[in-house]
């Protein structure tokens, strides 16, 4: 294929992502994905200059890695360089190469190719591609130039911005987790290596197919199950191995959980099913005004079975909250919802993180619903395969599907 067959066939895809993309940052990861597939690269990320504090940020990546918050001073390494020259690098061996910063080495992998993202105005950043068999040949690096001068001139137009906080802390780290399950004579390993740090108030969606490990890192990340290799860190506390009862206490004061099956008591009204959780915790908040936040309180003495199913679920984000948990871990909550009631619960949960500052990890097959959260991570055969940060979510109410 040549140069400009390639650079048609990508600039294509680029410009409908671009056009279709509710979000500057749902096309750039959606991308950098393709092209990094397209080109055979294991890797491949998008860099934005941040000029408050001299520094480039990774903004979108197809890698197995948490890099959220990533970041590299202007003139440091390869990618300071492009950024600062404005001029394409290619570094075919960045095991023996001078300029590979080695503070930074593992960024660039075996080989890479940076290429700044230029405008007539100047340089918005850079994209990195690594990590291929091959090397990339003349007519390729031209059609990865002008691909990525297309992202430069519409991140131009659309006078894309973003702000970083450097100072979160992680409340909840998994390092190298790996989790085996025998199914019969042969051991499954579910979870190959997973490596992710969640932040206080934030709004995590976790995508990806059936059986990809989605609920599995979450039973971990909950004290439900335990990793065969690897850590859980908590607070800055190795939680890697606790005994029964600081698991039980873990599960009961820091966690709480919403199912997509709903797991009311039949025989207990509303109020009695959230009061039930309230009795067994530490410190709970009160069980009317938790009833209250799902805008239920006028449905206190109701049964479930006189409840609808979004209101049913409505009832389990009042038990999970009233509990006051630092994290809420919630596994498909509205997928046996309509567009209608799924869309009042995604208000409900936005409500908490923004009012009380609750930390959600939702895990979904909906993409949509990806667009409200503040970070998205991707898995794939048990791998992060992305992680991309919202810098503008949108809304509950403005979600459609």
Request: some cysteine.
């Amino acid at each position: 294929m040549g140069a400009n067959e390639y650079f048609v066939k990508s600039a294509w895809m680029i410009m409908d992502e671009l056009q279709k993309a509710g979000q500057i940052e749902s096309a750039l990861q959606t991308i950098i994905e393709k092209l990094g597939f397209e080109f055979g690269c294991s890797d491949a990320s998008i860099w934005l200059r941040h000029d408050a504090d001299q520094k480039c940020y990774m903004i979108a990546s197809k890698c197995n890695q948490d890099n959220t918050g990533l970041s590299i001073g202007y003139n440091l390494g390869i990618i300071g360089k492009v950024i600062s020259s404005g001029n394409t690098e290619y570094v075919k061996d960045c095991h023996n190469d001078p300029r590979i910063d080695q503070k930074h080495a593992a960024i660039y992998g075996d080989s890479c190719l940076v290429i700044p993202l230029k405008t007539p105005y100047g340089v918005l950043g850079c994209a990195l591609m690594n990590n291929r068999s091959s090397l990339f040949n003349e007519e390729e690096i031209k059609a990865l130039e002008n691909s990525f001068a297309i992202i430069a001139l519409d991140l131009e137009d659309k006078g894309f911005s973003f702000e970083t906080d450097s100072t979160r802390k992680p409340l909840v780290s998994l390092k190298g987790v790996i989790k085996e399950f025998m199914s019969g004579e042969e051991m499954n390993r579910i979870l190959k290596g997973i490596n992710l740090d969640v932040y206080e108030g934030e709004l995590l969606v976790v995508l990806g197919e059936s059986g990809c490990g989605k609920s599995t890192m979450l039973n971990i990340i909950g004290g439900m199950d335990k990793a065969t290799q690897g850590q859980l860190i908590v607070e800055g506390q190795d939680f890697s191995d606790p005994s029964e009862q600081e698991l039980t206490e873990y599960r009961r004061d820091y966690i709480g959980f919403i199912f997509q099956s709903y797991n009311l008591m039949p025989n207990l009204t509303s109020l009695e099913n959230v009061e039930f959780i309230a009795e067994i915790s530490k410190h709970p908040m009160n069980s009317k005004e938790a009833l209250d936040m799902v805008g239920l309180s006028d449905r206190a003495d109701r049964y479930p079975s006189a409840l609808s199913g979004g209101q049913q679920q409505r009832v389990c984000i009042a038990r999970a909250i009233v509990k006051d948990p630092k994290i809420i871990l919630a596994d498909e909550p509205t997928a046996a919802l309509d567009f209608t009631t799924g869309q009042g619960v995604l208000k409900v949960i936005e409500k908490i993180v923004k009012e009380r500052k609750t930390t959600v990890i939702m895990v979904t097959h909906n993409v949509e619903i990806a667009k409200m959260a503040d970070r998205v991570i991707k898995l794939k055969n048990g791998l992060i395969s992305s992680i991309r940060t919202n810098f503008h979510p949108l809304h509950a109410e403005d979600l459609s599907w």
